[in-house]
């Protein structure tokens, strides 16, 4: 497995206000998932994209994933207090069973 | 249906003592992993299990043991506790280690 690199690594913005983080890989994938932390809890999974979609929604999620540029993003829109939290990307290159591997994530606060 | 439970949630213990940090799913899958999450980086892998019987070593292995001996448990054992090993230790499982990893509340672990 590779580790993605998040950015920024950290961002505040006002409640309301959309939020968007990048991840960059080095290496082809088979999936990239989404994953976030609340303060001193266990990983949550967000959502997956496969190597072969380009975008996919979850509720107020939105990940996008450019290949060729080897990155994805993901989208918070009308962010809210509750999403205060880390949020990682696992980009995953399929065959080995080392499972996933994390990036120091980007730290989220949403203002009130 | 208790997801992924861990135990202790907090543990002090001495240099060189020994513990077990326990964690059991009840979702039936064959994938278990355990990682630890040091400030300022993201998890890192200790070791990994895909099946009972059946383990390996992640990216950081040494002066952990584990075993699996069923589908269901999978402990990690701290043979002689280090100061180094101070950390925060997530166990996760999945049916398959490329997708949707399900994680534990975490055990907060210091060594003094």
């Known amino acids: 497995s590779q580790q993605g690199e998040e950015d920024p690594q950290a961002l505040s913005i006002q409640e309301g206000e959309n939020a968007t983080m990048n991840c960059s890989y080095k290496t082809s994938i088979n999936n990239l998932q989404w994953y976030r932390q609340n303060s001193g809890r266990g990983l949550v999974h967000l959502i997956l994209?496969?190597?072969?979609?380009r975008e996919k929604h979850s509720g107020r999620l939105r990940v996008t994933l450019d290949t060729s540029k080897k990155s994805s993003s993901l989208l918070i829109t009308a962010s809210r207090a509750a999403d205060t939290a880390s949020y990682f990307c696992?980009?995953?290159?399929?065959?080995?069973?080392?499972?996933?591997?994390f990036g120091k994530g980007t730290h989220l606060i949403i203002q009130p | 249906n208790a997801g992924v439970t861990q135990t202790p949630k907090f543990q002090v213990l001495k240099t060189g003592q020994s513990m077990t940090l326990q964690c059991a799913q009840d979702m039936n899958h064959e994938y278990m992993s355990w990682y630890r999450q040091d400030p300022g980086m993201g998890l890192r892998l200790i070791h990994y299990?895909?099946?009972?019987?059946?383990?390996d070593q992640g990216e950081v292995p040494n002066g952990y043991n584990v075993s699996r001996s069923t589908t269901e448990d999978f402990p990690l054992r701290l043979l002689s506790a280090a100061p180094s090993q101070t950390s925060v230790y997530f166990c996760?499982?999945?049916?398959?280690?490329?997708?949707?990893?399900?994680f534990g509340p975490g055990t907060r672990l210091t060594v003094t």
């Open positions: 696992a980009p995953h290159s399929g065959g080995g069973a080392d499972g996933l591997t």
């Open positions: 994209i496969r190597s072969n979609e």
């Open positions: 996760a499982s999945s049916y398959h280690p490329n997708y949707e990893q399900y």
């Open positions: 299990s895909v099946g009972a019987g059946i383990t």
